[in-house]
């Protein structure tokens, strides 16, 4: 750009002498005068698009002055007369939006939009854009990259860079972006914009891979939008990324240029968002391999800590063909599955189960880990090898074990089991006619569910409630009141309005505290399997999560706790550490590998499911007791209705969604 110089320097600013004038046509003469000025004052601008903005500087001061001063018409004729009189328009105006944006004033910033807008309207029509590449360069690299989202697409729109003529050099653009490992979330923008994806233009794993490996979701949302074909590329890419061949993923990151090493892939970031994706976009997860085999692993883990680390006691052969036939149904005729259930069996040091599910499954010797492979050679030496003690504990350890946790006496007579909608109201309304003589606060109801995972669920992480559990102590007749709601039958009875009821006679009632543990996970569950649950759950005027009170007692006053040892600095925050604290010994936690499935449940699953409620109840009374006792102040209402954080909130609101 050549903007004509002369060698007189005038020193009047004629800008500033004219900063009360109000009157249109004097404005017009002075913004005239002041152009003309500019013109005068020597210019170091070249062709080659690089430029002097002090030949413009105290034009553009004064249009910010009236901008600020919310004077629009006076800045908007000065900068039209700039651009009418100019013979580079589009070059006028991008030394504008460059100086503008490359400021650290962020009301300058605001001016982006109203400078374009200005421009569309008093743009000359049979003038070109005329800018050379290194000006179209520098739109991208400083102005687009400067600028926020929402101004993006309209400087894209006023240089018209969506045209065929500027796609080349924006393809380019990009390209050298990603390979300098450049801001990849602006590219990402800069490509949604222009639907690059749309035309094959940029490959779509080009963009994405690079987000992924970022974390960068709520970018990858916005560029794959609703549009289908493209979250199937998303699940399919990210699946691509988790596979167990690492030289597949290695030629994937190579096909794209990504220079990252494949073992640095965090894949437990990758399923957890995969996960949430296959929910949020409605897709089989045996559409993706990969992911539908990690899933599997997953949830065979969770199947061996079940059986090996959370069992109390001997196990029962019905328990033990439940979960054979878990184990059977969900890895099927997987063989990649089928070596790693030996893999896991040599973990928990259980060599016999190894080597009848390997002959069960007729793996090889090469297929099976060394020390199978030997254990079976032992056998048919008809050597003795003694089964893992952490399958079939002796009779003493499973009595040492149930002399260690805490479980209070409950009888079967005392538990309500409701199985059908006309008996809801009827043991609600006993809890609500109660009153507790402790203090002045409405009686202790305690509040958990049970729950079971389905391997058939197109995400293994579903969560299917059994039953909803409720204890509180009639402090009339010093008995407990215990209810098992039976869901997987009342479900089928309740209406939406039905359940909505229930729940806020639950969560917001105004006749008793509701206890639980934990409260944002048990929200999870419920409102995954009973939406119309939503709007109570949220509310939850009526709960206490005594998971709160435990952090807040173990950080201000731990002495309410009878069994707190400084010592021990146990990092558990669990319901079980909750209940040694208070009482010396953790919770029975027995039967929660039963299967919670089947009907009718056994006693000692009624027994059992109850317990955790019950708990609740013992904790609250036990810290209003100590910290009487210790003179500590407390009131319950300091706890009352739980605070959501806003990333739970989020969460729970994408669930209802």
């Known amino acids: 750009m050549i903007l004509e110089s002369d060698d007189t320097d005038h020193d009047d600013n004629i800008l500033f002498g004219n900063d009360t004038s109000t009157d249109d046509s004097e404005h017009g003469k002075n913004s005239k005068t002041v152009f003309i000025e500019s013109k005068k004052k020597p210019s170091n601008t070249q062709s080659d698009s690089s430029y002097n903005f002090s030949n413009y500087l105290e034009i553009y001061e004064q249009i910010y002055k009236f901008y600020c001063h919310d004077e629009h018409k006076q800045w908007q004729l000065l900068f039209s007369d700039i651009i009418k009189q100019s013979s580079t328009p589009y070059q006028i105006l991008y030394m504008f939006l460059d100086h503008t944006l490359s400021t650290t004033n962020n009301k300058k910033h605001k001016m982006v939009i109203?400078?374009?807008?200005?421009?569309?309207?008093?743009?000359p029509l049979n003038k070109n854009i005329e800018l050379d590449e290194t000006i179209k360069h520098n739109i991208l690299l400083k102005i687009c990259r400067r600028c926020l989202f929402s101004q993006l697409e309209s400087i894209i729109d006023i240089f018209d860079l969506r045209s065929i003529d500027n796609r080349l050099i924006v393809i380019n653009f990009i390209n050298e972006q990603i390979e300098q490992h450049q801001d990849i979330i602006f590219i990402s923008q800069l490509t949604k914009i222009l639907k690059l994806f749309e035309i094959n233009a940029i490959p779509f794993e080009k963009i994405i891979i690079p987000l992924i490996l970022k974390s960068q979701w709520e970018t990858i949302k916005l560029?794959?939008?609703d549009n289908k074909i493209l979250q199937r590329k998303l699940l399919q890419t990210i699946d691509d990324l988790i596979s167990t061949d690492k030289t597949k993923v290695r030629c994937l990151l190579a096909e794209y240029s990504i220079g990252i090493n494949?073992?640095?892939?965090?894949i437990h970031i990758l399923k957890r968002a995969a996960r949430k994706l296959l929910k949020q976009y409605n897709f089989d997860l045996h559409d993706f391999p990969n992911l539908a085999m990690h899933e599997k692993i997953s949830f065979l883990k969770t199947l061996f800590v079940r059986k090996y680390l959370e069992r109390k006691n001997i196990c029962d052969n019905e328990d033990d063909e439940s979960w054979s036939e878990q184990i059977k149904e969900l890895i099927h005729d997987n063989r990649d599955l089928q070596i790693k259930l030996i893999d896991l069996f040599v973990d928990y040091t259980d060599l016999d189960s190894g080597d009848e599910w390997a002959r069960f499954y007729n793996l090889e010797d090469f297929e099976i880990p060394e020390q199978v492979r030997i254990h079976r050679q032992n056998i048919l030496k008809n050597d003795t090898i003694t089964r893992s003690i952490s399958i079939k504990p002796s009779i003493c350890l499973t009595k040492q074990l149930k002399d260690n946790i805490y479980k209070p006496t409950i009888l079967l007579s005392d538990i309500v089991y409701i199985e059908t909608d006309s008996d809801v109201?009827?043991?609600?309304n006993r809890f609500e006619c109660a009153r507790c003589n402790v203090g002045s606060h409405l009686p202790f109801v305690g509040f958990d569910c049970e729950t079971f995972m389905d391997p058939t669920q197109r995400t293994l992480n579903s969560q299917i409630i059994s039953t909803i559990q409720l204890a509180s102590l009639l402090i009339s007749r010093n008995q407990y009141l215990y209810g098992v709601f039976d869901m997987l039958a009342l479900r089928l009875q309740f209406d939406i309005k039905s359940l909505a009821e229930l729940a806020q006679r639950l969560f917001c009632s105004r006749d008793f505290i509701l206890l639980t543990y934990n409260y944002a996970c048990d929200t999870s569950s419920l409102i995954e399997n009973y939406p119309s649950m939503n709007d109570a759950l949220m509310q939850g005027t009526a709960v206490i999560d005594l998971f709160r009170v435990q952090q807040y007692i173990?950080?201000?006053?731990?002495?309410v706790f009878p069994y707190y040892d400084v010592l021990l600095n146990s990092k558990s925050r669990g319901l079980s550490e909750l209940v040694r604290l208070c009482f010396g010994r953790p919770l029975d936690k027995s039967m929660q590998t039963s299967d919670w499935r089947k009907r009718p449940l056994k006693q000692a699953q009624l027994i059992y499911s109850v317990l955790d409620a019950r708990v609740l109840v013992d904790i609250a009374l036990l810290i209003?007791?100590?910290t009487h006792s210790l003179q500590i102040p407390w009131s319950w209402s300091n706890f009352k209705g739980y605070i959501w954080t806003n990333k739970a909130f989020k969460k729970r609101v994408e669930i209802d969604v």
Request: hydrophobic residues 30%; glycine residues 0%.
């Open 114 to 123: 109203p400078f374009i807008e200005q421009f569309k309207q008093i743009k």
């Open 262 to 266: 494949s073992n640095y892939i965090d």
């Open 223 to 225: 560029v794959v939008e």
């Open 624 to 626: 209003e007791k100590r």
């Open 425 to 428: 109201d009827p043991f609600l």
């Open 554 to 559: 173990l950080e201000h006053c731990p002495q």
